[in-house]
C-alpha cells in the first residue's frame, strides 16, 4: 500500500485544482505522492502518460528506454525535443519531467525491459504502465506483474485504434489470457498519430490514478477499444482463462 506523505504548501496549491473534484481530496493526493509507477518505453503512448501523471504528482516515475531518438520519433513523441536528434531518449524524457514537476523523483533506465532487468525493475514499484511495443517485453511485465502482485496497465494501439486494460492479479485476465498463443509477427514501425497515441497515454495515466489512489472505476476485467476514425469507444468484458499458464488456478 502506498504511503501518504505530507504535501507542501507548494505541493497545496499545484494540486488545488484536481483536489477540487468530487471523490478525490487531499488524502488521495498523499497518496499519489507515496506512490511509484513503472513506465515501459516513454515514446507516444508512454511519454504522454508520465507526462500526466508528473503533473498530477505522482512521487516517483521509473522510466525503461532504450535507444537514441531519430527524426521519425518527434511527430508522436512529446517528451522529446528536435535539438536532441541522436541523443539517448530516456534522459531527454526525465529531463522535460523534472522540469514540469521538480516535487517527482524521475529515476531512468536507458534500456528496455529483458530478463535480465524485468523482476527488479517491478519489484521496485507499485503499478507498472506497459507502452512496450513488442510483445517479448509485454509478456515479461505481465509475467512479473502477476508473480509479485502488482497490478500492471496494458496499452496498445495502431493506426487509428487503441485500446486498454488493468491487469489486478488475483482478480482479472492477464496479458497471457488475452494472448494464449504467441502472435503473428510484429514490426517495430507501424502506422500512428501521435493525437492516437496521446489519447491512450492520457486515458492509462487517468487509470493509472485510480487505481493507486482507489476510486472511481476502473478497467478490471474490461478492455477499452477506441476508434478514432470514426469516434467510437467500446468496453468489452474479458474473461480469465483457468488454464492460463501465467495467472491460472
Known sequence: MPSRPPLTPEELAIYEWQMWVSDFDENRQRILKGSSVLISR???VGGTAALQLAAAGIGRLVLAHGGILKLSDLHRQILMSHARVGQ???????????QLNPHVRID???ENISESNARRLVSEVDLIIDAAPLFAERFLMNREAVRQRKPLLECAMYDMEAQLTTVIPGRTPCLACLYPADPPAWHRQFPVFGAVSGTI???AAMEA??????FGEVLAGKLLACNLRDMTFRTVKIERRPD???CGD
Not at 89 to 96: K, P
Not at 209 to 214: E, F, M, N, Q, T
Open 108 to 110: 531512468t533506465i536507458p
Open 88 to 98: 539517448g531518449r530516456v534522459e531527454m524524457a526525465a529531463e522535460r519531467l523534472r
Open 209 to 214: 490514478i485510480k487505481v493507486l489512489a482507489g
Open 42 to 44: 516513454c515514446g507516444g
Open 201 to 203: 497515454g492520457c486515458i
Open 244 to 246: 492460463c499458464p501465467v
